[in-house]
Nanobody, 127 residues
Framework: QVQLVESGGGLVQAGGSLRLSCASSGRTFSTYDMGWFRQAPGKEREFVATISWGGRTTNYADSVKGRFTISRDNAKDTVYLQMNSLKPEDTAVYYC????????????????????WGQGTQVTVSS
């Protein structure tokens, strides 16, 4: 079965950086778009970033544009989220997600398009 395992979360001061990783197994990683979502306490899960199956197309939430970078290494079946200039409002559990259909366009911001989810990794940004 498909498994997504996130790592790299932690506690960081405002202005700092973290890099999240998500290792995929159980299917041909290189043919599926991947995304990152987050959920802060008391809030709904929200879109953060997505990347197309080949890595050519990326899409970001306005709140993270210019600070976060999504990338992937299809040889390692891994997607990354580089987070710079972190703010306290970035504090959340971050989830990796894989689309259910192959060869997407890298634009999907809807949770319903993603069939597979990781367990989440906590990111806490202190002020």
């Amino acid at each position: 079965q498909v498994q997504l395992v996130e790592s790299g979360g932690g506690l960081v001061q405002a202005g700092g950086s973290l890099r999240l990783s998500c290792a995929s197994s159980g299917r041909t990683f290189s043919t599926y778009d991947m995304g990152w979502f987050r959920q802060a306490p008391g809030k709904e899960r929200e879109f953060v970033a997505t990347i197309s199956w080949g890595g050519r197309t990326t899409n970001y939430a306005d709140s993270v544009k210019g600070r976060f970078t999504i990338s992937r290494d299809n040889a390692k079946d891994t997607v990354y989220l580089q987070m710079n200039s972190l703010k306290p409002e970035d504090t959340a559990v971050y989830y990796c997600a894989g689309e259910g259909s192959p060869y997407g366009g890298g634009f999907n911001v809807r949770m319903g398009a993603y069939a597979y989810w990781g367990q989440g990794t906590q990111v806490t940004v202190s002020s």
